[in-house]
């Protein structure tokens, strides 16, 4: 069951007593509480017939409580448990889950992780209840994630402007939207998204970022490189180390894949990149540049740099020398 398949059904009128939402992705968890909060009940019969409830707060018994109430002046009624993973004897749900009041829809978001399997709660829940698990998308099916849900929003958008997004703001859902909703506001009626809407309205540079770092190095451009740093150093939240040396992991990392594909071409390796252009064209490079022991070494010095620059047998330095010392050692040292 997905959460477009939950909220689907919503609209047909199709429910159930009981919707278990858990697991690591929030957006997905927020995406359909958000429908139930505002979309299941029309305004007036929310006024007797929605309870919202904060797991920290919640007490277990006021929670059954209003499970058990029946709706005024309306088919059904909605009752929110948000952020259950605080709450408090959340076992104690057992007893209503077992046997829920069928007037009532009881939604209960159980963020950043999933209930132990053996338990006798998720038991129950799978008998009676829909469970949904919202699992984190996977790094490398990032860039198409973005590119599907720009399309839906009926925009268009190119290779290098997904990129700049996944590069900039990584693995983070809920604010890949956000960014990308404020950009739409910001269109005026232009379909279109590159790189320019990007730097423009986001504040993603488009000549100074995480993906031309990661092409300089690969054309072995040291003095490109050192610019990038350095114009990180003076805009420290458009390169901290943090975000700047995993990003080049997750890159280099593919990179380095392509030794163990028997077929090398830009044609093969387009699907492997997302039909990045740019980004295959900076792949082969580094093939060719620095071969299986250079994309090797460069993995190994990013894994050391990014222990030092959580102060692990360094402290003091500042991430921008981290980052210059470290990319002299990539490339002049391979030369």
């Known amino acids: 069951m997905s959460a477009e398949k939950i909220i689907g059904d919503w609209n047909k009128k199709n429910f159930k007593n009981v919707y278990w939402l858990e697991g690591e992705e929030d957006y997905y968890i927020n995406l359909v509480m958000d429908y139930a909060e505002h979309k299941i009940l029309d305004e007036a019969e929310a006024g007797f017939n929605l309870t919202v409830f904060y797991g920290k707060d919640a007490e277990w018994a006021t929670v059954l409580n209003a499970c058990k109430r029946y709706p005024m002046f309306a088919e059904r009624q909605v009752v929110l448990l948000k952020e259950a993973q605080q709450m408090k004897d959340i076992d104690k749900l057992e007893s209503y889950i077992e046997n829920p009041l069928s007037s009532t829809i009881f939604v209960v978001a159980y963020k950043t992780k999933t209930l132990d399997k053996r338990s006798r709660l998720y038991k129950l829940l799978k008998k009676s209840a829909e469970i949904f698990t919202s699992e984190k998308?996977?790094?490398?099916?990032?860039?198409?994630?973005?590119?599907?849900?720009?399309?839906?929003?009926?925009?268009?958008?190119?290779?290098?402007?997904?990129?700049?997004?996944?590069?900039?703001?990584?693995?983070?859902?809920?604010?890949i939207v956000n960014e990308i909703d404020k950009l739409a506001l910001n269109l005026k009626g232009k379909k279109d998204i590159t790189e320019d809407e990007i730097e423009k309205f986001i504040g993603i540079s488009k000549e100074y970022n995480v993906f031309e770092l990661q092409a300089a190095i690969a054309k072995k451009d040291l003095a490109k490189a050192i610019k990038i740093i350095q114009?990180?150093?003076?805009?420290?939240?458009?390169?901290?180390?943090?975000?700047?040396?995993?990003?080049?992991?997750?890159?280099?990392?593919?990179?380095?894949?392509?030794?163990?594909?028997?077929?090398?071409?830009?044609?093969?390796?387009?699907?492997?990149?997302?039909?990045?252009?740019?980004?295959?064209?900076?792949?082969?490079?580094?093939?060719?540049?620095?071969?299986?022991?250079?994309?090797?070494?460069?993995?190994?010095?990013?894994?050391?740099?990014?222990?030092?620059?959580?102060?692990?047998?360094?402290?003091?330095?500042?991430?921008?020398?981290?980052?210059?010392?470290?990319?002299?050692?990539?490339?002049?040292?391979?030369?």
């Open 137 to 175: 998308i996977k790094d490398y099916k990032l860039q198409e994630w973005i590119g599907e849900y720009v399309r839906s929003q009926g925009y268009k958008i190119n290779a290098k402007a997904i990129s700049l997004l996944d590069e900039h703001i990584g693995n983070d859902l809920n604010r």
């Open 231 to 335: 114009y990180f150093e003076g805009n420290p939240k458009a390169g901290p180390i943090q975000m700047v040396l995993p990003a080049l992991y997750a890159s280099f990392s593919k990179v380095y894949t392509i030794f163990g594909m028997k077929e090398k071409s830009e044609a093969a390796l387009r699907p492997y990149f997302y039909y990045n252009s740019s980004a295959v064209k900076n792949a082969l490079e580094s093939v060719n540049n620095y071969g299986y022991d250079g994309i090797e070494r460069i993995l190994l010095l990013l894994h050391q740099y990014n222990l030092k620059g959580v102060g692990v047998g360094d402290t003091g330095t500042s991430d921008a020398s981290l980052m210059r010392e470290m990319v002299v050692k990539m490339i002049v040292a391979d030369k």
